[in-house]
């Protein structure tokens, strides 16, 4: 992806608008606030701040964000912003998006992910894969439930029978299988197509292929153990290394 003004970045938001950024962040820090040091919260808060232009989106320079933290009284290193950053990719609260400008690697861009992490639960990795084929998870996202932040009021999620037409069915009808909500459905479609944005000779069929074998990869590595925190995040990594690994390829074959 090229280096560019934030605006040029606005289609990588995971929001509505701000209050709603502010509304998922505080869902994450409630799980997430323990896990990182005093300082570390501080370049956390920082990077908050800076993403509120394009709501949870921000391509500020990382001595840029240590310096406005130096400016506000609140002295960190940059070796804790990345430690930071380094936490908050791990947890899923963060992806962060490579850039090239003039054919070197630019600044990155970093785009905080959708409180959902209870989507998949540690807990729905007991059964193994038999034959390379899909098992149905042990908690299937039909019986998923949302919950306001106080998770007074909670509603049964719709299913994948009402996921919008923009998805492709064959895609639709294999994650459904296993997660069994639209939403869901339609935000691992979303990662798909923010990936291949820049992918002009992408064809939908090409596209269809990657969510597919993307999706089987993610069900395999829960299926044998892996823990995930926040789906979303983790498919992205999936698709971004399946890309790199195209992007060699070619390379090789035009050397």
Excluded at 72 to 82: C, D, L, M, V
Excluded at 89 to 111: A, C, D, E, M, S
Excluded at 172 to 201: A, G, H, P, R
Aim: charged share 25%; net charge positive.
């Amino acid at each position: 992806m090229r280096s560019g003004n934030i605006e040029q970045f606005k289609h990588l938001s995971q929001f509505r608008d701000l209050i709603d950024f502010n509304n998922n962040i505080e869902q994450w820090m409630i799980d997430l606030k323990s896990k990182f040091t005093k300082s570390e919260l501080i370049a956390l808060k920082r990077l908050i701040r800076f993403s509120a232009k394009i709501p949870g989106v921000c391509n500020a320079k990382i001595q840029t964000l240590v310096s406005a933290c130096h400016e506000a009284g609140q002295e960190i290193s940059r070796s804790t912003f990345e430690r930071m950053l380094r936490k908050a990719k791990q947890f899923g609260l963060v992806q962060v998006i490579n850039t090239i400008k003039n054919g070197r690697k630019g600044h990155n861009v970093y785009v905080f992910q959708r409180y959902l992490s209870q989507i998949v639960s540690e807990s729905s990795t007991n059964d193994v894969l038999q034959n390379e084929e899909i098992d149905v998870l042990n908690e299937t996202s039909n019986q998923l439930k949302t919950s306001n932040q106080n998770n007074i009021k909670r509603t049964e999620a719709l299913d994948g029978s009402f996921t919008s037409s923009r998805v492709p069915k064959e895609f639709c009808d294999l994650v459904k299988c296993f997660m069994n909500d639209y939403k869901v459905i339609e935000e691992l479609w979303k990662v798909i197509q923010i990936q291949t944005y820049y992918l002009s000779y992408y064809s939908q069929q090409d596209k269809l292929n990657l969510a597919i074998d993307s999706f089987k990869q993610l069900v395999r590595n829960i299926k044998q153990g892996r823990k995930v925190r926040n789906i979303f995040g983790y498919f992205w990594g999936i698709v971004e290394r399946k890309l790199d690994e195209e992007y060699k390829s070619i390379l090789f074959e035009i050397a």
